[in-house]
């Protein structure tokens, strides 16, 4: 007798609950869309300073970073003192100008550095990147 009441509860049953799979589906969207967001995008992280008087350069530069940990990278690479000075050089001689971004909490004496030696090597087109108020 139990057999023929699940049979006859299987043969009634015309619809499928479909609420659980609209939770499920919901659940894995909420999933995605949360872990999406927290992809690291790729780059140098750099605070600049805050200035009242920047201005925004329209040439094009030759990017100097200096990162808050005081490494040095020169379009996305990191280089080494003696190896940018070798670069600079090259850059001094197509008297091309460059551009110094500083992290905030970058030490101000390498800051200095880089701009000394940029300087000796007789660049004068020397910008520092700012971020205006």
């Known amino acids: ?13 015309k619809q499928i609950d479909i609420a659980p799979l609209i939770d ?16 690291m995008q790729p780059g140098i992280k750099v605070n600049l300073p805050k ?3 920047s ?3 329209r040439f094009e530069n030759i990017e100097i970073m200096l990162s808050a940990e005081n490494v040095i990278y020169l379009n996305d690479k990191v280089v080494t003192t003696p190896e940018l000075k070798s670069i600079l050089k090259e ?3 197509r008297n091309q ?4 971004k ?7 004496g390498r800051v200095v550095e880089i701009w000394d030696m940029s300087r000796d090597l007789g660049i004068t087109k020397i910008n520092i990147a700012t971020n205006q108020e």
């Open 51 to 53: 200035a009242a008087t």
């Open 24 to 39: 499920m589906i919901f659940q894995l969207l909420i999933f995605f869309m949360l872990t999406s967001s927290f992809v």
């Open 97 to 100: 100008p460059i551009l110094i």
């Open 91 to 93: 850059i001094a001689k």
């Open 1 to 13: 007798m139990n057999f023929k009441r699940h049979i006859e509860l299987e043969h009634g049953l």
């Open 102 to 108: 500083a992290d905030k909490r970058a030490s101000l």
């Open 55 to 57: 201005e925004i350069v």
